[in-house]
């Protein structure tokens, strides 16, 4: 199966990957680097920027992925993948770090496996990102067409916050019946998660794999679950089962 090909990579291609100690977070050095990357980001449109100023590391026991801060009403979530936390039991804290070094906690409020879409209810706000609105409106039904220029910012592998562009190649329908977009760029294990922008800045999916055969890993070829997959009846009920919202009954 396509959709854990990260995890997949991991197992036959990364032996030495396996074996990196624990990250260790030092502050100053994030803010260094933090301060550096975002000075020469100044090549992104304004548009374009929105998705790396809402970009964040996810960090498990086994590993990392990266996510999106948005904001859903009155409350701050991570939009990341499903694969991403499914070693985190409901209810265990996740941690969540801004390129700055600024360090959040959080809850799994929605998970779907078969769309391998994950949501995070934060804690409180953070102070280092800007957040990427959510509107569960018919608009995030819309599936963008083919051509579509996009991009996306998380942390491939061991790298610091990476802004990658691309495009959307065309449309696949996976083994649940669900559609799924195929996008023309770069993707690699650490990047599962992050939140793929159209060129005008809407949020148009998760990245959540790559393609992989028997003999090959095509690393240009990203597979992303469309943000429409997305069910905001269970999203709704299980915040309101943990917290108090505007929107809750």
């Known amino acids: 199966m396509i959709r854990y090909v990260f995890l997949l990579i991991l197992c036959i291609f990364s032996q030495n990957i396996l074996a990196e100690p624990a990250v260790s977070y030092d502050l100053n050095i994030h803010d260094n680097e933090h301060i550096l990357t975002e000075k020469t980001a100044n090549a992104l449109s304004k548009k374009e920027k929105i998705s790396r100023e809402s970009a964040v590391k996810i960090i498990t026991e086994s590993g990392h992925g990266s996510g999106t801060y948005i904001k859903f009403q009155d409350k701050y979530l991570i939009l990341t993948a499903a694969h991403v936390v499914s070693d985190v039991p409901m209810g265990k804290n996740i941690i969540i770090v801004a390129p700055g070094g ?17 949501l995070i209810l934060l804690k409180s706000k953070m102070k280092t990102r800007k957040f990427s609105k959510y509107d569960p409106d018919y608009k995030t039904k819309i599936i963008p067409g083919v051509g579509t220029k996009t991009v996306y910012s998380g942390y491939p592998a061991y790298h610091s916050l990476l802004t990658i562009r691309g495009s959307v190649a065309g449309y696949e329908v996976d083994e649940f019946g669900k559609r799924v977009i195929i996008i023309n760029t770069f993707g690699w294990f650490g990047s599962s998660g992050s939140g793929v922008f159209s060129e005008n800045g809407k949020l148009i999916g998760i990245l959540y794999g790559v393609s992989v055969s028997r003999y090959q890993v095509l690393d240009n070829v990203i597979w992303v679950s469309p943000i429409g997959n997305i069910d905001n009846y269970i999203l709704i009920k299980n915040i309101c089962a943990i917290s108090s919202a505007r929107f809750c009954p």
């Open 102 to 118: 600024e360090i959040k906690k959080g809850n799994i409020v929605y998970l779907d496996h078969q769309s391998d879409i994950s």
